[in-house]
């Protein structure tokens, strides 16, 4: 279902051209009431004058639903008032004047949009022709003739008038219900956007740590039976363990991350890294921040984080004491490097799943050793 559909889906069936049934009472009332005082020499001219107030009742009763029937009746109307103003003490002209501005009121449609004026001009024109009849054929001097064209305009005017402010009132509600879609759909597009950045959250910290921890367990388990290696299914099975722990503090980085407002800021996180590293080991920790500071996407943040995280850990683990030296430098994405002296450890398996994991996030790691130092660079691109 596309906009324009569940716009009319939504908005109320509500008649077009119309002043509502309250007006209408009260202008029929208001003839009725004109008419009733009219005093007119022949009394046939009451016959038309009944014949004329019926028709526009039942044009003005049509208006909403029968538009153009309506438009024939009141049409008829206004000629038959206007061919009868003439009449001396008549009061037809009232029945002239209610009649146009009905059809003044009324809109005809296509697409959804107004169509000119032809009604309202058709109308005129006819009714014209009625009063130069009728000032003809009663002998009425010019100056009657161009006085009643007057009022007729002042009420068409006043029809036009009424017209416009529904046909603003109707395009006003359509914006607003318009705008209200717009902002549904955003709301929707952002609810997707962001189940889609807790599914790529998820499966950057679980899929890799569960399939690896995985792997582990069918290699201890076959060592086991195959071989009967207790020594080396113990040392997967440490693995596993320490694989377990790792992806479990991921996996609370992670959640963390998704349960606060937004993804926090990569330099903040990292600075709070590197100051729980000091706490914890009593070792310096000095970050550098190049460049200007850009907020990351929350799969990138978790990450790289977790590249920090395992790096401290093996300069701990491998070179205790030592300062580290950690860098995050801004540009064309996003370059992370953690130095420390000393050689830490050769490709292990927490690093080869830092690896991993950034690749998910289209990343690269690399560690070895830089002259007397250990080296970890993890980076990611701008997409």
Not at 145 to 157: E, H
């Amino acid at each position: 279902m596309n906009a324009k559909a569940r716009l009319a889906a939504v908005l109320p069936a509500r008649p077009h051209g119309e002043s509502g049934w309250v007006g209408r009472v009260l202008t029929t009332g208001v003839v009725i009431a004109v008419l009733a005082t009219a005093r007119p020499d022949d009394h046939r001219v009451w016959i038309v004058l009944s014949a004329g107030l019926a028709l526009f009742m039942a044009g003005t009763a049509l208006m909403a639903t029968r538009k153009h029937v309506a438009l024939g009746l009141l049409t008829a109307v206004a000629v038959i008032g206007a061919a009868t103003a003439g009449v001396d003490d008549s009061n037809a002209l009232a029945l002239v004047l209610v009649a146009v501005s009905d059809i003044a009121v009324m809109q005809f449609l296509r697409d959804g949009v107004v169509r000119g004026n032809r009604p309202i001009v058709a109308a005129t024109i006819c009714t014209a022709a009625a009063y130069a009849v009728s000032a003809w054929w009663f002998g009425h001097p010019d100056s009657w003739f161009f006085s009643q064209l007057l009022w007729t305009a002042v009420l068409i005017a006043f029809g036009l008038n009424r017209r416009q402010y529904e046909v603003q009132a109707r395009q006003t509600e359509q914006l607003l219900e318009q705008s209200r879609l717009a902002r549904s759909e955003h709301a929707r597009a952002a609810a997707l956007e962001e189940r889609g950045r807790i599914a790529r959250d998820l499966h950057d910290v679980l899929a890799h740590s569960l399939g690896a921890l995985s792997v582990q367990l069918e290699v201890a388990e076959a060592l086991l039976e195959e071989r009967g290696d207790t020594a080396g299914a113990l040392d997967r099975i440490r693995r596993s363990r320490r694989l377990a722990v790792q992806g479990l503090a991921e996996a609370r980085n992670a959640v963390a991350a998704l349960r606060a407002d937004e993804v926090p800021e990569l330099s903040h996180a990292i600075a709070v890294l590197a100051e729980q590293h000091e706490n914890d080991h009593g070792t310096a920790v000095r970050l550098t921040v190049l460049g200007e500071s850009q907020r990351s996407e929350s799969g990138v943040t978790v990450a790289l984080l977790g590249a920090a995280r395992e790096a401290l850990t093996n300069a701990a683990k491998h070179a205790p004491g030592q300062a580290v030296d950690v860098e995050l430098a801004y540009g064309d994405g996003v370059r992370l490097s953690v130095r420390n002296k000393g050689a830490t450890s050769g490709e292990g398996f927490g690093l080869t799943g830092m690896r991993e994991r950034l690749a998910l996030v289209g990343g690269t790691l690399t560690a070895g050793p830089d002259g007397d130092d250990w080296l970890v660079v993890a980076e990611v691109g701008d997409e």
